[in-house]
């Protein structure tokens, strides 16, 4: 009994130092979406693209996964992204793009001069829009399932290691998915 | 030039914290502003964590500052305003948390480590309570009753 008492608390201390070294390596960033598990809110957008169709929630149930990216040509860490969203769409990848608090002219722009990875790109001017799911800053990028459900949320620059370790893997978790 | 000194000293002891609430911002109806001023102190920024949406200067702080004000002018009780924020953001929004299952651990953890703590200290100290104390051998008697005479003595 004496010894169970010394031992416990220096148990206690040794888990508890565990938890704030694993802390560590969290970014605080990365909130969970609200969403995670539910399906995108009703929202439909101008077009980014001059004569194009914009985004809607619905653009999302089309019976695939999709990569939700939303970005904007003022953002620093979208410039370190934009590379690896170009490769990802020569794979194949199906990403749709939201033009988040700029007007149409400043994405286009930045879509002109860098390339356009996006199968459908909105334009957000105000914000709302990406309010209405949650979104915090850019860029940030959400994998949405076969049903248009939230699966993932990643925040920040999407870099190469992000795909091959988490979202590449989920995406063709998803792909299987029925 | 010492009456300068003093004006500047009180004018600076008199400044409040500025808060981030633009005027342009405001309502026109002083009630529903005092309204959601005080909601506003209640919800985190996101972008800035440890900030409130009415201390923070990031752009999406005023961006709910200002749905924050259209969800009360369109008549939302305080509750429905908060819960349309806590919707799209989550209650990690709420700077003052909500008590449900999963937030169970933050109200009453430190509670729970208070009270093991105090077992511990308990079951330690009755551990320690000295033996009970036997009788006096003669000879202790002996040398307790010197000792109480030599007391007397002086």
């Known amino acids: 009994m004496k010894r169970l008492l010394f031992i416990l608390p220096v148990v206690g201390f040794l888990v508890l130092l565990g938890v704030f070294f694993a802390g560590l390596g969290r970014d605080p960033r990365a909130l969970p979406s609200v969403f995670i598990g539910k399906p995108l809110p009703a929202f439909a957008t101008a077009p980014l693209r001059p004569g194009d169709t914009g985004l809607a929630n619905t653009d999302f149930q089309k019976g695939e996964p999709v990569l939700l990216n939303v970005f904007a040509s003022w953002c620093g860490p ?10 990802l769409r020569q794979e194949g990848v199906v990403i749709h793009g939201l033009d988040w608090k700029e007007d149409a002219a400043a994405g286009q722009r930045w879509l002109a001069e ?21 979104v915090a800053g850019v860029p940030e990028t959400f994998v949405i399932d076969k049903q248009g459900r939230v699966r993932y949320r990643h925040v920040g620059a999407l870099t190469p290691e992000d795909w091959d370790s988490k979202i590449g893997p989920l995406m063709e978790q998803l792909r299987k998915e029925s | 030039m010492r009456r300068l000194l003093i004006l500047t000293a ?28 005080q909601l506003s102190k209640t919800l985190r920024c996101v972008v800035c964590q440890n900030q409130s949406i009415d201390d923070s200067d990031a752009a999406l702080a005023r961006d709910l500052r200002i749905i924050l004000r259209e969800r009360i002018d369109a008549g939302d009780t305080d509750q429905q305003a908060v819960d349309y924020i806590v919707a799209r953001y989550g209650s990690f929004v709420q ?13 009453f953890g430190p509670l729970a480590v208070l009270a093991l703590g105090g077992i511990g200290a308990f079951v330690y100290m009755r ?28």
Not at chain 2, 127 to 154: C, F, I, N, Y
């Open chain 1, 78 to 87: 979208c410039r370190v992204e934009h590379p690896v969203l170009m490769r």
């Open chain 2, 10 to 37: 009180t004018l600076a002891l008199l400044a409040g914290p500025a808060a981030a609430v633009n005027p342009d911002e405001e309502l026109k109806d002083p009630a529903l502003e005092a309204r959601a001023h």
């Open chain 2, 95 to 107: 700077l003052d948390p909500p008590m449900r299952f999963d937030t169970l651990a933050l109200w």
């Open chain 1, 114 to 134: 860098r390339g356009d990875p996006y199968v459908r790109a909105g334009n957000d001017p105000t914000g709302r829009t990406g309010i209405e799911f949650g």
């Open chain 2, 127 to 154: 551990g320690r309570s000295p033996a009970a104390a036997g009788a006096l051998t003669p000879d202790e008697e002996a040398d307790v009753a010197a000792m109480l005479k030599s007391d007397e003595a002086r």
